[in-house]
């Protein structure tokens, strides 16, 4: 696929998405977060689910997480252009609330294509809710983190969400830091890091269940 046919294909799901009335979650929304970034990505992150910021501009991680998110980004040699950015749910839950389970089997199925569309290397999740989705672990982002994980002919690498980082201090950023780090490394090595995964069928967007 090329470039211009993956961006093309990631604005048909989000015009899809933009319309989405499969949970509660639309009911209150002010606009769909769909997702932002380059759609040839080679690092893609992966959120919780917009918060109040994100809900009125219709763009992931806008508020202080977002710029958060975007210095660390600078120290490990990245810019937010360069990566592509979504969350586990695309609509804002009440009072910033965790997103329940049945919005967030409703919404996945985007976040699935997505992934498939961009082919990232390496798929970083921010925090417990999308670290638990995709390695499909019961198991904190706390003990979870600092490893890369196979997955699907990429790896995940789980870490903490930047509002983790912002209420508990430089310790949490360093730790972010160095899981980007270990991000990066995964991008550089593609070729010979990442171990391919089973082939997926065009009919089988369930990566994750």
């Known amino acids: 696929m090329t470039s211009e046919d993956r961006a093309a294909a990631l604005r048909l799901l989000q015009k899809e998405a933009s319309e989405c009335t499969r949970c509660r979650l639309h009911e209150r929304r002010t606009t769909v977060v769909f997702g932002d970034g380059n759609p040839d990505a080679e690092l893609m992150f992966i959120g919780e689910g917009?918060?109040?910021?994100?809900?009125?501009?219709?763009?992931?991680?806008?508020?202080?997480?977002?710029?958060?998110?975007?210095?660390?980004?600078?120290?490990?040699?990245?810019?937010?252009?360069?990566?592509y950015i979504a969350n586990v749910v695309k609509c804002r839950p009440p009072g910033n609330r965790d997103p329940r389970e049945d919005e967030i089997a409703s919404c996945k199925g985007y976040l699935v294509e997505q992934i498939k569309l961009v082919d990232p290397a390496a798929v970083v999740t921010l925090g417990n809710f999308s670290?638990?989705?995709?390695?499909?672990?019961?198991?904190?982002?706390?003990?979870?983190?600092?490893?890369a994980y196979p997955w699907w002919g990429r790896h995940v690498v789980p870490t903490f969400h930047p509002a983790?980082?912002?209420?508990?201090g430089p310790r949490v950023v360093d730790e972010?830091?160095?899981?980007?780090q270990l991000a990066t490394r995964i991008i550089a090595e593609r070729p010979s890091v990442v171990e391919p995964g089973p082939p997926v069928q065009p009919e089988q967007i369930e990566l994750f269940k």
């Open 50 to 83: 917009p918060g109040q910021h994100e809900d009125e501009q219709g763009l992931p991680f806008v508020g202080r997480s977002g710029q958060l998110l975007s210095t660390l980004l600078e120290r490990v040699g990245l810019s937010r252009p360069e990566v």
């Open 131 to 147: 670290t638990k989705l995709l390695l499909k672990t019961q198991v904190g982002i706390t003990r979870m983190r600092g490893q």
């Open 164 to 168: 983790a980082a912002l209420r508990n």
């Open 176 to 180: 972010m830091v160095s899981d980007l």
